[in-house]
């Protein structure tokens, strides 16, 4: 592909989005640093805004704070639980170089719902555009084939994510929320989970099935299951989706969800050699954005 642009500033939603819920219970007060996490010291407010305009960094202020590594203002997943990245809303160049303290030099981050490309030095080697929608009219219901999910049954999870590629799961990204799976003649051929968690939403993620048992509707099932759990609890479900994955939005588009905002998905390598204070070097090359699905 021909070397792209840096990607622009993304802009908040306009647009109000239903009255959803993600988890409001409660969590470990984000002033209370972490094991591995850097320096103490408040990471300050989730967002300015609308909790879904930087969830990652709405979960791991709030619900996910136990989940949450620290280095001044910036906040991640543990790496074993799920990739995300949380920025301040305005990040300046100390933001940056406490990414690049707390990730490693050459250790590749992932953001979404950014607002500022990285320094010049850093480079991009994913950028994708994204839609944010949310819970409008989703007839959530429970189901009768699908299964919980658990540390037990992470091998054959991340045998099927490897089969299927629907986006990030690790180890531990179980632990993030309630999964629920389909399984045929032992085999697990589909599920569908939680990841992030602003206060009064839960995101749904991880919807994924096996080739032999596609257009058996069973994707939409297993949303309507887990966006079932999470009414009961009294939270609303959101969800992302590549722009690109137009079959994955017609679907949820069908099952009831309404388009928030778009947003952006961003990984990129931290220099080798960073620059404590100021990782803005100029003069050398952003790398290349790639199309969404590789």
């Not at 591995?36 to 930087?54: E, W």
């Not at 032992?186 to 990841?195: D, S």
């Not at 096996?210 to 939270?235: C, F, T, Y």
């Not at 388009?259 to 990984?267: A, E, M, P, V």
């Amino acid at each position: 592909m021909p070397e792209a642009t840096r990607p622009p500033a993304i802009p908040s939603a306009s647009a109000s989005p239903p009255a959803e819920a993600d988890p409001a219970g409660s969590a470990a007060s984000p002033a209370d640093p972490s094991p591995g996490a850097g320096p103490a010291g408040s990471p300050g407010p989730a967002s300015s805004g609308h909790p879904l305009d930087n969830p990652a960094r709405s979960s791991l202020t709030g619900p996910h704070a136990r989940f949450a590594e620290r280095r001044g203002r910036v906040l991640r997943y543990h790496p074993d639980v799920t990739p995300w990245l949380a920025l301040p809303d305005d990040p300046g160049p100390q933001d940056w170089a406490d990414v690049a303290a707390l990730a490693g030099a050459g250790a590749r981050v992932t953001l979404t719902a950014f607002r500022e490309p990285p320094p010049a030095d850093w480079e991009i080697v994913f950028h994708a555009t994204g839609v944010q929608m949310v819970d409008d009219s989703v007839a959530a219901e429970p189901d009768h084939e699908a299964s919980p999910l658990g540390p037990a049954d992470v091998p054959d999870m991340l045998d099927l994510v490897a089969r299927t590629r629907p986006g990030p799961f690790l180890p531990r990204t179980v632990e993030l929320g309630t999964y629920l799976g389909v399984r045929r003649a032992g085999v697990l051929v589909a599920m569908a989970g939680e990841r992030l968690h602003p206060s009064g939403w839960t995101e749904i993620s991880a919807v994924c099935t096996d080739e032999s048992v596609r257009g058996q509707g069973l994707a939409g099932r297993l949303v309507r299951a887990v966006a079932h759990g999470i009414r009961e609890r009294g939270d609303t479900p959101f969800l992302h989706a590549a722009a690109s994955n137009t079959s994955a939005i017609r679907l949820y588009e069908n099952l009831g969800f309404t388009l928030r905002r778009t947003t952006s998905f961003l990984s990129a390598i931290v220099p080798a050699v960073p620059v404590p204070g100021d990782v803005r070097t100029p003069g050398r090359r952003a790398g290349n954005l790639e199309q969404v699905g590789r």
